[in-house]
């Protein structure tokens, strides 16, 4: 009697799927429901943003690193100014600093809010999602109201930041953070501890310490491994030594160590010390200007820099040589999402297809990150 | 019926020498026919909108409210919309079972309706093995799902169909364990036996009847969430993952026809569980007008019916979707042996008490109550928790 002949099915995952956020595209090759493997395809959104910088110069490239991570901009926005003004020597006032901080800490919680939104939603779970989009849409309010976008905020210059917080939005981001602190509760309750998503996320797509550090995985899904690897913790920048705050790390009280539930937890628990750091930076604000007078011409001197920030989705570093002139010779910009793409495929081994979606959802990709 | 068919004959409309049974077939065609269009799927429509709506609240979103008052008409501009719309047959999908699939899972969604016991006197049919044609006839909607699948030719809806043949056969068995301790207890088949065999207190219903029928209606209820694939359960559908599974190449009309039929199941699910475990349509006995009594009943089935609908919304709006080796784990492992071990206790039960423990039903519904009250004190608990005005305006 033969054994029944099966065969691997071959299964296109994007670039036009539901669940790959943007797009993303894997090559999966499956038995049944079991994946033999998935094999990550990037491209499709590379739009040539460091070659770009090479043309518009320094002021002018302000907006476009915004694109770079849309979902949030303060970082890519600071990282490049960053560059820049360690290049030039220039020193951001104190008042300038904060308002980046505070800034990037909103943009901190609402990157953290989709990401968990569409996670559960990847799950099946609906609710979740709109409830956390209801909150980040509170802070695109907030945000708006500081610099004019939602999105695409272009909010921070060369020196420090393009506007000083508007009068009254000091209480305002304190009522919010008031509201969200007991909203994050409430998520928890609807979703974080539900038995089914715990089973669902547990056990899955573990990455071991030395697998994370060996394959460069950086932030939340570094720290989930169980790494405490935090740059404004590790190599502090900016005010952020100004603030007492705590670096969550996974816990794998779920499951294994390193498993998708650690890194979703590591997100929830990095919201609660963002509104933290928010609080104090809101308390101490101080007085002065927020913008470094910077030449119009901006000309660094002849040189390379290379900087680090703890973006919402981990070490973000921008490299740029300079050659004098008004226009960068060579821009480059590392970021977290293409490393974490680099590991699904070991990790997709042996999963099932309904893990996939939870494992890309887990790692926090955004597909014009991984491009540029 | 009889009746009718002769006064037909009688009037001449037909000619003089119709046959009797030509008359009687075309009877049933135009009465079923007005009871499908009448009842069965403006109720689908309508759940489609209440479940946008209910689903908009939970979510605190608005929902539809464009079209009719608070959008009610919604449904019936999406019924337009998805006639108007082109029917796409793939180049390489098989048309011919392509075409038939949605049929075929509509026609398991109407069938039930005809032992559908709506009071006393309104059931189409009251046949002896009532609640065995209604198991029998909605387990149909596999055969259409898979095909749908197959014939669809494409990867993401095989995946989806397979995974709901898997999905129905295997829940089949627990939920058909869970109908057998009612049926060991009334002896009866017929839909309208085991509900005269019922009580209009709750203490009367087979629900608090004894503690195996408790744990055997919840078993049937989540068993038939995951035969009417509704979330935790709807792996065949999962867009996050399989695009839209089975239906991922329908368009139009037959694309709707699949929703249609999810909608109507949720008012087929309710009947079954309203009727086995919840007293069906009993009615304290208020009036000896047959026509008032009637009524009564037919609103108390609904209302318990659109309550069970109400609860399947709510889990949809709250809670995840397993995975599939999960579904099968929590199918085979526990609700398999679990609904044997009901079977086998109420077998016993019914050995010591034929007629029933009184004492019993009060305890299970005081039990109950206390639960309930738990329950939305854990509720109330929450909302204050969160501090978040409750904005209930119905009506937005």
Known sequence: MNTLRTEEMTLNMGPQHPSTHGVLRFIVRADGEVMREAVPDVGYLHRSIEKIAEKVGYHGFMPYTDRVDYVCAMFTNQGWGMACEKLAGIEVPRRGEYCRVIAAEFNRIASHLLSVGTMAMDIGAMTPFTHAIREREMINDLIEELCGARLTFNYMRIGGVGFDLPPGWREKALAYLDHFDPILEE??????????????????????????????????????????????????????????FEVPIGSGQWGTLGDAMDRYMVRIREMAESSKILRQALKQLPPGSVLAKVPRNFKPPAGECQIRVESARGDMGWYVVSDGTAFPWRVHVRTGSFAAMGITQKLSRGLMIADLVTLIASLDVIAPEIDR | MRTLVQTLLASGFFGRNTPYDLVAAIAVFVLSAAVFLGVAFPFAGIVSWVERRVWARIQSRVGPNRVGPNGFLQWLADGVKHVCKEDIVPTDADPVLFKMAPYLVVLAFVLPWAVMPFSSALILADLNVGILYMTAVTAITVVGVLMAGWASNDKWSLIGGIRSAAQIVSYEIPAGLSIFPVVLMTGTLSMQGIIRAQGWAPQHWFLFANPFTFVAANILFISALAEGNRTPFDLPEAESELVAGFATEYSGMRYLFFFMAEWGNLFIIGAIIATLFLGGWQFPRVSNNPVVMNVLELITFN?????????????????????????????????????FANMIGTAIWVAIWPEGNPVAGYIMFAAGIVVAIVFIRRVVFYAKRSQMELYYYPTI
Not at chain 1, 211 to 228: I, M, T
Request: net charge positive; charged share 20%.
């Open chain 1, 187 to 244: 998520y928890n309750a609807l979703i974080s501890y539900n038995k089914i998503y715990i089973e669902r996320l547990a056990n899955v797509g573990v990455i071991a310490a030395d697998d994370a550090v060996n394959y460069n995985l950086v932030g939340p899904n570094l720290r989930a491994c169980g790494v405490k690897w935090d740059i404004r913790k590790d190599i502090p920048y900016s005010v952020y030594p100004d603030f007492e």
């Open chain 2, 303 to 339: 209302v318990k019916v659109l309550f069970l609908v109400f609860v399947s919304m709510w889990v949809r709006g709250t809670l995840p979707r397993v995975r599939i080796d999960q579904l099968m784990t929590l199918c085979w492992k526990y609700f398999v042996p679990i609904a």
